[in-house]
């Protein structure tokens, strides 16, 4: 009779194994194409394709952007549409920025709205993207996590007001 000492050895030598051949049967990441960066102080620009779905090409700011953040270190969401907030809502529910089950009604009342589904700022908000004034647009994805929460709380309170 196997003991459960042995049996635990047995049991993680055997995980150990499989890990191993699952492992090697992930292919590996192909390094031909680098992953962009923004140089801090800086402007993004989106690739062509993208340029077409924010209104006359403008520009991806980032936190590092200067004078893009108010004096608590956020982005202002005044200009944000009721599409772009329905995107950015979802956005943050998707990505676990703010809990529990009033911020997805709020996101989901608002995607509702005949309005919000045609919205070219509605897929833009879906990636994180805040419409900012002059057509641009903000990544909350270069904020501080905690700056991200703040942002995503009162882009649901302004969720909530355009949704009903």
């Known amino acids: 009779m196997i003991s459960n000492k042995y ?16 492992a090697q049967t ?8 680098p992953v962009p960066t923004v140089v801090p102080g800086t402007q993004a620009t989106l690739p062509s394709a ?4 924010v209104a006359g090409g403008k520009n991806v700011l980032t936190a590092a952007t200067p004078g893009v953040l108010d004096a608590d270190g956020l982005p202002s969401i005044e200009n ?3 599409g772009n907030v329905a995107g950015i809502t979802y956005y943050c529910v998707h990505h676990k920025l703010v809990l ?7 996101s989901r009342m608002l995607a509702k709205r005949s309005d919000v589904k045609n919205d070219q700022f509605y897929s833009l908000g879906g ?24 942002t ?13």
């Open 7 to 22: 049996f635990a050895v047995l049991a993680a030598a055997g995980l150990t194994i499989s890990g191993a051949a699952v």
């Open 26 to 33: 992930i292919p590996p990441i192909p390094q031909s194409s």
């Open 50 to 53: 993208s340029l077409q779905a």
């Open 80 to 82: 944000a549409q009721a």
């Open 100 to 106: 529990g089950t009033s911020p997805i009604v709020a």
């Open 127 to 150: 990636k994180g993207l805040l419409q900012m004034a002059g057509g641009n647009v903000f990544d909350i994805s270069t904020l501080s996590k905690d700056k991200r929460v703040m």
């Open 152 to 164: 995503c709380n009162d882009l649901i309170k302004k969720a909530q007001s355009l949704g009903h």
